[in-house]
T-cell receptor
Framework: DAGITQSPRHKVTETGTPVTLRCHQT?????MYWYRQDPGHGLRLIHY???????DKGEVSDGYSVSRSKTEDFLLTLESATSSQTSVYFC???????????FGQGTRLTVV | DQQVKQNSPSLSVQEGRISILNCDYT??????FLWYKKYPAEGPTFLIS?????DKNEDGRFTVFLNKSAKHLSLHIVPSQPGDSAVYFC????????????FGTGTRLTIIP
């Protein structure tokens, strides 16, 4: 299994609070991604990174920011959490960006 | 704008029979296609892929077929087993100039013993 660790695995937070999710990889892959999974929507890309300090937006980036200061770590921040951001968040890594990506176990976030 | 579509949210198949999952795409730049399998409370796992230079790729019980003119791909599982019950996601990318996968909405496959 690809070495990807997401933390925390579960979190409940209040509306308006900041939240940071962490993804850590041990595979030295160049590309890292944050997806969210919601019923009826499948997996939607939030942000991705193609190198240290190099990031770009995905299709549902509003309300989210990311940072990648080291190859192995990719952080997703919700500056002010809203109930619409209740979801399961998955981190993924890829060597090439356009072929196989490997996913973490997911973080279930509930905003109350 | 859903570029990758899985029009069947769910599918039930008897154990031992063939399961066929379908996926359509609209972006003609896509030239690499993948299928992922997802169990509850786990991350998606890569199952099988196909490049647009091929029309079929086989791996054990799993075969993916690609029809480029119809912008359609399918995943065949034969024979279906109870452990195949999961959500299956289709994904697509463009090998050059596109650094991410675009996923469909998923099909929940249930294998009936």
């Amino acid at each position: 299994d690809a070495g990807i660790t997401q933390s925390p695995r579960h979190k409940v937070t209040e509306t308006g609070t900041p939240v940071t999710l962490r993804c850590h990889q041990t595979e030295n892959h160049r590309y890292m991604y944050w997806y969210r999974q919601d019923p009826g929507h499948g997996l939607r890309l939030i942000h991705y990174s193609y190198g240290v300090k190099d990031t770009d937006k995905g299709e549902v980036s509003d309300g989210y920011s990311v940072s990648r200061s080291k190859t192995e770590d990719f952080l997703l921040t919700l500056e002010s959490a809203t109930s619409s951001q209740t979801s399961v968040y998955f981190c993924a890594i890829s060597e090439t960006g356009s072929t196989e990506a490997f996913f973490g176990q997911g973080t279930r976030l509930t905003v109350v | 704008d859903q570029q990758v579509k899985q029009n069947s949210p769910s599918l039930s198949v008897q154990e031992g029979r063939i399961s066929i999952l379908n996926c359509d795409y609209t972006n003609s730049m896509f030239d690499y296609f993948l299928w992922y399998k997802k169990y509850p409370a786990e991350g998606p796992t890569f199952l099988i892929s196909i490049s647009s230079i091929k029309d079929k790729n086989e791996d054990g019980r799993f075969t993916v077929f690609l029809n480029k003119s119809a912008k359609h791909l399918s995943l065949h599982i034969v024979p279906s087993q109870p452990g195949d019950s999961a959500v299956y996601f289709c994904a697509a990318s463009a090998i050059f100039g596109n650094e991410k996968l675009t996923f469909g909405t998923g099909t929940r496959l249930t294998i009936i013993p």
